[in-house]
């Protein structure tokens, strides 16, 4: 196991925002990490700024990979519950059947919670979130100081 002495992304947080480039960077590496994964045919399921580790020397590493699951050619989907309630995709919730795209969604209320400093519905219980996620439009950063463009990448 590899110590990584940075710490996670939610502590970084906890001290205050991160600057636009730095999101932007982070997250590049972030989305890297998933394509190695994804090409590997795992998930990793609970994609979040505690799980998204930054080395002394500026690596990003993502990190818990107790939930991850595995792909295969008989089967290529999942339907398991798993995750952590602001940042599970509404096919998770909804115990549908699910692919690499789970991944794509927590990345994104990541990217979220990395400028607004905490995920969408945080006020909520997470059982109330767990109801709501599913049964509405998905969110969008609420800090107004974020660049067009990155906002836009953040919509997608």
């Known amino acids: 196991m590899e110590y990584v002495g940075g710490g996670s992304v939610l502590q970084i947080l906890q001290m205050g925002s991160i600057d636009e480039i730095y999101c932007q960077i982070i997250l590049r590496d972030v989305l890297k990490g998933l394509n190695y994964l994804h090409q590997n045919n795992k ?3 609970d994609i979040k700024c505690g799980n998204i580790l930054i080395s002394e020397y500026a690596q990003v ?3 818990d990979f107790g939930v991850a699951g595995e792909l295969t050619k008989f089967t290529n989907k999942r339907r398991t519950f798993v995750g952590t309630p602001y ?3 509404p096919e998770v919730i909804k115990e549908e059947e699910y692919g690499t795209a789970v991944d794509i969604w927590s990345f994104g209320i ?6 607004d400093t905490k995920p969408p519905r945080f006020e909520e219980h997470p059982m109330k979130a767990l109801m709501t996620i599913p049964q509405v439009e998905p969110p969008v950063p609420l800090n107004m100081n974020i660049s067009k463009i990155f906002r836009a990448f953040i919509a997608l």
């Not at 990541?110 to 400028?115: K, L, N, P």
């Open 43 to 45: 998930i990793h399921r």
């Open 110 to 115: 990541s990217a979220i919670e990395m400028v």
């Open 87 to 89: 940042w599970m995709a």
């Open 61 to 63: 590493k993502l990190a």
